[in-house]
T-cell receptor, first 112, second 112 residues
């Protein structure tokens, strides 16, 4: 398809548990991003990566950490999930910074 | 920091009418403005973009205009069809030019 896959597609977890979402790309793009989508808030940037082991914070990074140990994988971790982190999470890739994003299919996370 | 205001939040039109969505940005140094379309349950997809050295760009029934002086850009859809019904997001690049900051989205409904 678009060369980007997210896993899992759906997850229900309990408050206080750690959760890791995975984004995998086959395009060899330098940039990878994590956004969350909530009604009334649009798409908000959580963290992004501009190379292996190179990451930066976005506008809503509190409560989230990321890691990128190889070009193709970008992991988003919620250290201790809270109900406010219930959302749809989208990964995106880009060859050249903020241009020409390709989004993954999204992960719907519910924290109960 | 960067901020993109998008209006209206919802827009309902009759099939065949035109639709206009407007975004205002804060950083006068911004030079790239994309528009994404997200159908229900799907990933956002790039439909058109414009760079700051161009005032208008067209692609069949869609067009984007940019007013750098007023710091706003607009998406124009002519001869709307039911399949145009979706959420539309505008965006601008962050100051570093490494990520996109999105507006809150406009839900367009086209009734036949």
């Amino acid at each position: 398809d678009a060369g980007i896959t997210q896993s899992p597609r759906h997850k229900v977890t309990e408050t206080g548990t750690p959760v890791t979402l995975r984004c995998h790309q086959t395009e060899n793009h330098r940039y990878m991003y994590w956004y969350r989508q909530d009604p009334g808030h649009g798409l908000r940037l959580i963290h992004y990566s501009y190379g292996v082991k190179d990451t930066d914070k976005g506008e809503v990074s509190d409560g989230y950490s990321v890691s990128r140990s190889k070009t193709e994988d970008f992991l988003l971790t919620l250290e201790s999930a809270t109900s406010s982190q219930t959302s749809v999470y989208f990964c995106a890739i880009s060859e050249s910074g903020g241009y020409g994003y390709t989004f993954g299919s999204g992960t719907r996370l519910t924290v109960v | 920091g960067e901020n993109v205001e998008q209006h209206p939040s919802t827009l309902s039109v009759q099939e065949g009418d035109s639709a206009v969505i407007k975004c205002t940005y804060s950083d006068s140094a911004s030079n790239y403005f994309p528009w994404y379309k997200q159908e229900l349950g799907k990933r956002p997809q790039l439909i058109i973009d414009i760079r700051s050295n161009v005032g208008e760009k067209k692609d069949q029934r869609i067009a984007v205009t940019l007013n750098k002086t007023a710091k706003h850009f607009s998406l124009h859809i002519t001869e709307t069809q039911p399949e145009d019904s979706a959420v539309y997001f505008c965006a601008e690049a962050n100051q570093a030019g490494t990520a996109l900051i999105f507006g809150k989205g406009t839900t367009l409904s086209v009734s036949s």
